[in-house]
């Protein structure tokens, strides 16, 4: 047995040990009639917060408190806890002549992980730190697992990806990054409420996979003996809505897409798209910049963050280059001068450049995306629009005016990664039939990511939709550079994991 094998046995048994120990204490007080798991409500009058932020007028008011005990000093007649809540922590002060000797030597005997109440007025110690000086107590729930050991605290990522809960209780920047990840889909939210955009929802199972190139996950419907999609994205179902006549509308939800994970992609993440009859990609590009300064400025009170060391200014307006041009920079490469494709083929294989299908297949736009990514996608640092994507790589977007080879359509990109993605949206349900059985086509050389033809969504096309601008941000990408956060799993609650190993 190794030593690395022979300190985790070790471990094990110790935490077998303490668990045990403190399964004995619940026994013993529920012998007693003092059963933790018994208690329905609380009367709590009183954050920790709300007691430091009105101390004057709280000072020797009574309040009752609740929250976790994270640690007990003292000893002899006095013991001091803090204990902490939703808001932050509040120090107790419990003192025999307050509670009496059997309480006193009650509180000493509760665990680091138990959940109390405590009642008692409000002063400020010799230290000047606010507490509670204790009355009465009571234990409202047992911790049976003891919580990680403060100095070590949880460090493993998979211990706390797989077991969130301890990740907050521990660390307090965890539970800070998804307060201002609630806070800041709530301002986005509130941004496009007040340009009056209506929130909708849209189906989340689907016959068909659309309105992305991206693999689903696939279910079965066993009444209708069909099988579904999770969705991909919210696209075509809200364009439907234009038809409609809702003329403004956005999804903030989830979408599920069957591929890899790393630090910058989960199964499951949150999207929001949103889409505006009688507008165009310059519009959006209007919207994006507004909205993301504007959540700044509310969750953080600024539009400059630093991420992983490097400082970003979100202030509008955002740099503005044309793909073609960004290859021009970083790749040394103009696409002005390309004839053909067989030409854009000879610099794909002079710079070994790697595609789904072979390389007699590959378009000239195919080779222009293909050069960005490669060379030019990490450049892009400060907050940036490409914009003028290749026909062919951008199957729902309209011919960009006075050049057919590009389409109006831009991607945002921050610390070289991509943050959104929207279109001047293609409106001709002729050549949209046509883009999709050229989609149709990708797939059967082997792209099989390629979109699908929506019969229904052609359908739609054909009773008439507006000029349209639509617009598809990544939430969790987002949050990651309002929060500094390294890895999406950072802003995910329960990111998607392997099933535990564990017995």
Request: proline share 4%; with cysteine; net charge negative.
């Amino acid at each position: 047995m190794s030593n690395e094998e022979r300190n985790l046995n070790e471990q094990e048994a110790e935490l077998n040990e303490q668990m045990q120990q403190r399964l004995e204490k619940l026994k013993a007080l529920q012998s007693e009639g003092k059963d933790p798991f018994d208690v329905y409500k609380v009367n709590v009058t009183h954050s920790s917060k709300q007691v430091k932020d009105s101390f004057e007028s709280l000072q020797e008011a009574e309040v009752t408190v609740a929250g976790r005990i994270m640690s007990k000093r003292g000893q002899g007649k006095v013991v001091f806890s803090d204990v902490h809540d939703k808001e932050g922590k509040i120090q107790l002060f419990i003192k025999i002549d307050n509670v009496g000797e059997d309480k006193l030597k009650e509180f000493k005997s509760l665990n680091i992980g138990d959940i109390v109440t405590a009642t008692g007025s409000v002063f400020k110690t010799r230290t000047g730190e606010i507490s509670v000086r204790v009355m009465k107590f009571e234990l409202i729930s047992k911790s049976l697992r003891p919580l990680p050991e403060k100095f070590h605290g949880l460090k493993d990522p998979d211990l706390r990806y797989r077991h969130r809960e301890v990740d907050v209780i521990m660390n307090p920047e965890v539970k800070d990054t998804f307060i201002k990840r609630t806070a800041i889909i709530k301002y986005i939210r509130e941004f496009l409420d007040n340009k009056g955009f209506m929130e909708v929802e849209t189906p989340i199972l689907s016959p068909i996979a659309g309105g992305a190139a991206a693999r689903p996950f696939i279910t079965h419907h066993n009444a209708l003996d069909i099988d579904m999609y999770l969705r991909i994205a919210t696209e075509l179902y809200l364009k439907r809505l234009i038809v409609a006549g809702f003329e403004k509308v956005y999804d903030l939800g989830k979408n599920f897409r069957n591929e890899g994970i790393d630090i910058r992609h989960n199964p499951e993440f949150t999207m929001i798209e949103l889409y505006e009859a009688y507008a165009d990609y310059n519009d959006m590009m209007e919207i994006t910049e507004n909205m993301v300064a504007y959540v700044c400025e509310k969750v953080l009170g600024t539009t400059r963050v630093t991420y992983q060391g490097t400082e970003i200014d979100f202030k509008p307006p955002w740099r503005r280059v044309t793909m073609v041009d960004a290859v021009k920079e970083y790749a040394g490469v103009d696409f002005n001068e390309i004839k053909d494709d067989e030409e854009a083929r000879k610099i794909a294989k002079e710079k070994n450049l790697e595609f789904k299908k072979e390389l007699q297949y590959v378009t000239k736009g195919e080779v222009l995306n293909e050069l960005f990514e490669e060379y030019a996608e990490e450049k892009m640092i400060q907050p940036t629009f490409i914009y003028d994507y290749p026909v062919e790589i951008s199957p729902l977007t309209k011919k960009k005016r006075g050049n057919e080879e590009f389409t109006e359509r831009f991607e945002g990109f921050i610390f070289g990664r991509e943050l959104c993605n929207a279109y001047s949206e293609l409106n001709d349900p002729v050549v949209q039939r046509e883009r999709f059985m050229q989609q149709a086509k990708e797939r059967e050389l082997g792209d099989d990511e390629a979109y699908v033809i929506d019969e229904d969504f052609l359908h739609a096309l054909e009773i008439g939709m507006p000029p349209t601008g639509g617009l598809g941000i990544g939430i969790d990408r987002l949050i990651m550079l309002l929060t500094d956060s390294y890895s999406i799993r950072d802003v995910i609650l329960f990111p998607t994991m392997k099933p535990s190993q564990s017995k």
